[in-house]
T-cell receptor
Framework: AQKVTQAQTEISVVEKEDVTLDCVYE???????LFWYKQPPSGELVFLIR??????QNEISGRYSWNFQKSTSSFNFTITASQVVDSAVYFC???????????FGQGTRLTINP | EPEVTQTPSHQVTQMGQEVILRCVPI?????FYWYRQILGQKVEFLVS????????KSEIFDDQFSVERPDGSNFTLKIRSTKLEDSAMYFC??????????????FGPGTRLTVT
């Protein structure tokens, strides 16, 4: 079965701290895709990144970075020098061969305190 | 930048009534989706739509639900006889392509459905 686990329900840090959001996935497929979405308090879902299973290179985009490790089935997301605007619920998601749907994790509520 | 739009932003309806939620996907996108999120919970897939037909649906998407692309721009979700447990945020999404490539899905702002 396909499953995404985000074990951290809530994280609270002080501004400028670095924070890592964990994502562990389960799939039997050798070809799959991983995503991160941000849901700010306004409620919309904002696409952050897509990764396919053949590309294990880490990615950095400004203060955001993603660490994909197939050996541990993890796709973790790090925010460096966090800001109050980073406060949101972050969802990790998986899609797999033969299906278009996204399977979401439970989400991690991140609160950045000034 | 093109975006997915949804109307209405909030709909209140009585149990047993029919509701239609509307979405305008990004114009050059070919795959369309509906998801729902019950308050405080994770986002759940309902249905995907391509080439004017359903390509995949979840167990949630039972006979009460239907989707339609009535014209070249709108994509609708109909719930025939709403139940209390249908109360949720409903998200429409679209992607440029799909098939083997699994392009990212872009989501609309959601419609909050409240069934009383």
């Amino acid at each position: 079965a396909q499953k995404v686990t985000q074990a951290q329900t809530e994280i609270s840090v002080v501004e400028k701290e670095d924070v890592t959001l964990d994502c562990v996935y389960e799939t039997r497929d050798t070809t799959y895709y991983l995503f991160w979405y941000k849901q700010p308090p306004s409620g919309e879902l904002v696409f952050l990144i897509r990764r396919n299973s053949f590309d294990e290179q880490n990615e950095i985009s400004g203060r955001y970075s993603w660490n994909f490790q197939k050996s541990t089935s993890s796709f973790n997301f790090t925010i460096t020098a966090s800001q109050v605007v980073d406060s949101a619920v972050y969802f990790c998601a998986l899609s797999f061969q033969g299906a278009q749907k996204l399977v979401f994790g439970q989400g991690t509520r991140l609160t950045i305190n000034p | 930048e093109p975006e997915v739009t949804q109307t209405p932003s909030h709909q209140v309806t009585q149990m047993g009534q029919e509701v239609i939620l509307r979405c305008v996907p990004i114009s050059n996108h070919l795959y369309f989706y509906w998801y729902r999120q019950i308050l405080g919970q994770k986002v759940e897939f309902l249905v995907s739509f391509y080439n004017n037909e359903i390509s995949e649906k979840s167990e949630i998407f039972d006979d009460q639900f239907s989707v339609e692309r009535p014209d070249g721009s709108n994509f609708t979700l109909k719930i025939r006889s709403t139940k209390l447990e249908d109360s949720a945020m409903y998200f429409c999404a679209s992607s440029r392509l799909g098939g083997a490539l699994h392009y990212e899905q872009y989501f609309g702002p959601g419609t909050r459905l409240t069934v009383t």
